[in-house]
């Protein structure tokens, strides 16, 4: 009965992750493309799970519903990696630099600057 409430805990953190705006990749990205990517992943996922739930009779449809929400996982899993790969932090970049919204700040220096100050440190 515990490795059941364990599992059930583990899958509602994990879904938290996904939901809340505040800790999925998405939050990387300015409010008006965070805003439009999750309206995308919406739409596909009622579609997803129309497909699924909707058309339950036929063993066709089925397959095709859950062919339809398989993919959905790896798409909205691919969305995320590509958020994540595009707005994410520099390799390099210090968190404090960051502002709250986790986007840059303007006197985040450009890759040319940090290899002279590295040149200029290292003689």
Same mark, same amino acid.
């Given at each position: 009965m515990y490795a059941v409430l364990k599992f059930i =805990? $583990? +899958?509602l953190k994990k879904v938290r992750y996904v939901l809340d705006p505040n800790l999925n990749p998405l939050r990387l #990205? @300015? @409010?008006h /493309?965070? =805003? $439009? #990517?999750?309206? /995308? +992943?919406a739409c596909f996922w009622c579609l997803a799970f129309g497909l699924y739930i909707g058309q339950f009779q036929l063993i066709g449809y089925n397959m095709l519903g859950h062919i339809a929400v398989i993919s959905m996982v790896f798409v909205t899993w691919a969305v995320?990696?590509?958020?994540?790969r595009i707005y994410g932090p520099r390799e390099g970049t210090q968190d404090w630099l960051r502002t709250p919204d986790r986007s840059s700040r303007c006197d985040e220096m450009t890759d040319e600057e940090r290899i002279s100050k590295v040149k200029e440190l290292s003689k």
């Amino acid at each position: 009965m515990y490795a059941v409430l364990k599992f059930i =805990y $583990f +899958l509602l953190k994990k879904v938290r992750y996904v939901l809340d705006p505040n800790l999925n990749p998405l939050r990387l #990205a @300015p @409010p008006h /493309i965070r =805003y $439009f #990517a999750t309206i /995308i +992943l919406a739409c596909f996922w009622c579609l997803a799970f129309g497909l699924y739930i909707g058309q339950f009779q036929l063993i066709g449809y089925n397959m095709l519903g859950h062919i339809a929400v398989i993919s959905m996982v790896f798409v909205t899993w691919a969305v995320f990696k590509q958020f994540n790969r595009i707005y994410g932090p520099r390799e390099g970049t210090q968190d404090w630099l960051r502002t709250p919204d986790r986007s840059s700040r303007c006197d985040e220096m450009t890759d040319e600057e940090r290899i002279s100050k590295v040149k200029e440190l290292s003689k």
